[in-house]
């Protein structure tokens, strides 16, 4: 609950930018101020209840449904925006009609680390202004226009967000990268989630993948500044590979396809969160 605190309180506290609405889903909690840092804030809202798990990318398609907002930007609520996160989502226009940025994390450990230097690994060869193959569901935006106009995200699994910058890139208006759209994220979920999310992204992805081009993704997946960090950046890499080849097309274990509610566990317990600030200027 700290993290969805600090969230609200940045976004109520940018100056100089007109804040239309927040529309927060709560995907079935169980506590009672799941909530509550929402409903203290000044802000206009919406509040949405799902009544069994959605998950994540069911969640944000039915936020968007609710929203009447110009400008669509995303957050999670185990990630901190910086002080100018609004500012620069509210940027987005016809011309560079979406942006995903850049992610830092808040946490330390091995899935933290491993998980960032994936990250990193995505920024390395990217400037600003670039086109990008994937849309950050967790820190990006887009014109409300634009994701109607593809049809919003055709995927709701683990990755289901990736599918906006897919319908992008078809309509000849690609997602663009914008490093200055920055949050601090909580990378690390434990062992066990990171490995069943693996798995989960490589059954949910639109394309079956080969034994040979398998082979060639697990070797360069190996990133991280040390050798824990690339192991386990490569086994993660084995297992998602595992799920691409054993994806079964029309499979009723697969969670992607269309915006239905997916069944993902997603409910987290997020402690403190440092501030961003500190996080930005060590990076």
């Given at each position: ?106 946490d330390k450990g091995l899935v933290s680390s491993a998980r960032q230097a994936r990250y990193d690994e995505r ?12 849309f950050a569901g967790g820190n990006s935006a887009i014109l409300t226009s634009a994701f109607r106009s593809v ?133």
């Amino acid at each position: 609950m700290a993290g969805l605190t600090e969230c609200v309180q940045r976004l109520g506290s940018t100056p100089g930018t007109t804040f239309h609405e927040l529309v927060v889903v709560d995907d079935a909690s169980t506590r009672p101020d799941a909530l509550s840092p929402v409903y203290a804030s000044d802000l206009p809202k919406v509040v949405l209840y799902n009544r069994e798990r959605m998950g994540a990318g069911s969640s944000r398609a039915r936020a968007v449904s609710a929203a009447s907002g110009d400008v669509l930007a995303f957050l999670d609520d185990d990630a901190v925006p910086r002080g100018d996160w609004l500012t620069v989502a509210g940027s987005v226009t016809e011309q560079r009609p979406a942006i995903s940025g850049r992610v830092l994390r808040l946490d330390k450990g091995l899935v933290s680390s491993a998980r960032q230097a994936r990250y990193d690994e995505r920024y390395r060869s990217l400037s600003a202004g670039d086109s990008i193959s994937f849309f950050a569901g967790g820190n990006s935006a887009i014109l409300t226009s634009a994701f109607r106009s593809v049809g919003g995200f055709s995927r709701s699994g683990v990755g289901g967000d990736n599918s906006l910058a897919e319908a992008l890139a078809g309509s000849g208006r690609p997602a663009q990268f914008e490093p200055e759209l920055v949050i601090a994220h909580r990378n690390g979920k434990g062992v066990r989630r990171a490995v069943l999310d693996s798995w989960s992204s490589g059954r949910d992805h639109p394309q079956p993948l080969a034994f040979p081009t398998a082979i060639q993704l697990v070797r360069a997946s190996g990133v991280g500044s040390s050798c824990t960090v690339r192991g386990f950046n490569r086994v993660l890499s084995i297992v998602h590979a595992a799920g691409r080849m054993d994806r079964r097309k029309g499979s009723s274990r697969r969670s992607g396809g269309a915006t239905s509610p997916g069944f993902a566990p997603q409910r987290k317990c997020v402690p403190d969160c440092p501030d961003i600030e500190a996080v930005v200027m060590n990076r």
